[in-house]
């Protein structure tokens, strides 16, 4: 009789915890990680040479897409990170690149840019930034309301834009690193007043010199068998040095007039390990994950862009920054589990964007690949001065000077049209404000809508022949286009809430926000169009 009567209290208990165990969670922190330009591929590839705490404990206990991808044209920083807090395309959350071309007030401008604040914690003029461009709330944002601004957010990267847009517009801290002759992290007074005490305390530190150190490989080169020679011709020399191991950062770095060039530590893996100490001290002196109320830290590791860009996606270089850049992310991890607790917290890791090999590299290795800066070509032509702009592969017509002349509009627009045509290696050029362009499907047309903010777009949009790059003679590698190597980048879900798996379906980055909502149990942001990935949801 006891026994039964213990079985049927322990039965309605665990029934009455499961009907609330979807409605109410115990997270209470949020970890979103952004790696800038890494490609899918970085996991299968080194693989064998990662640790068990780092990629693989996140890889293994957690659930991974194989296939996420970016849906719009523009595949750099800015967009890629407002894309992935709002859970939709720059076609509403208007960060349509790094910077655009404003038709209204003709002018280009830089997406983080507001001259209404102040630079914090910098004697230099940079720091002027805010979040006023990005036209939607982010899955902090949510929070921030949803908890009646009680769960804090915190962003923190190597890049202003990266580390304001993921942000949003109530972080209670935004932090990103200043190189120059300084070495420090820095903010905008549209955030606070003064910096906060820890953030001076870490700066007066000057942790930062102890990285400024010999970057030689983290295993014995000869093991790297996964990435190219280290002395090719595919790479831009670092800081005056040619681009083989060791790099003596120490003597890199200094100027002639004995200052420390910290650009040193922007482009070495040390970066990345940097940040990951600025982190821990943002989780410890924030509290984070201490309450009941759901916090969310984001932690953008920048470095491994400035590396790629150097070096190349094949080089040593690029595949150290990945094994060292392996082992801090298990030290994250490690400290989310002592501080915070197993259990208690959700990550979320994916990329801003991917990169292509150097053009180079595949042109000696007989990849048919060409290299076209269409800005030159452009320069050549006698049509040329109807282009008042060229900017995120947008065409802004003179119109101005189309009036002067006297030249109708249409018959402007064609004659640019058609010579844009002619130029080897452009695709196509599409006019986005022709009505049987806005109704037509295809996929490059749903790359454009997805890019297209009403506000800025252009008269016509050229598209390049996939087997054309955007740039020329250039070294190390680069992004910012539509090929599958710019929009193929991991997402991986570990921790609280989240079943063990993998998916090989086509995910879009704007579903891991609605995904995470869900978890948590909070509404997505204001114009979330992404899914939820049910799969990865336990
Ligand atoms: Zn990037
Ligand atoms: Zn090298
Ligand atoms: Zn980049």
Redesign the pocket.
Known sequence: MNRFFLFLVISISYSLFSQNDHIKTDIKLVVGIVV??MKYEYIPRYWDKYSEGGFKRLVNGGFLAKNAHYSYYQT??APGHATIVTGTSPSFHRIIGNSWYDKKLDKNIYCVDDDRFNPLGTKSNIGKKSPKNLQSTTISDENRIFTNFKGKTISVSFKDRSAVLSGGHTANGVFWFHSSNEGVFVSSSYYFNKLPDWVEKFNNSRKVDEYIKTWDTLYNIKSYTESGSDLNNYEEKFLGQNATFPYDLKTLSKKENGDTDYQAITTSPYGNTFLKDFALEALKNENLGEDKHIDFLHVNFSTP?HIG?KFGVNSKEVQDTYLRLDLDLKDLINNLDKKVGKGKYLIYLTADHGATHVPKFLIDNKIPLKELDLRNSLREKDWSNLIKAYSNNYVFLNKELIDNMEIDYEDAKELVKNGLKEIDGVYEVYDINDNNYMFSDGYYQSLIKNNSHPDLIGDLVVFLNPMYTTRYNSLGSS?GTPAFYDTHVPIIFYGAGIKTGYSNDIINVKDIVPTIASIIGIGAPVSTTGKIISDAIK
């Open positions: 800038d330009q750099s920083t862009d860009h992004h």
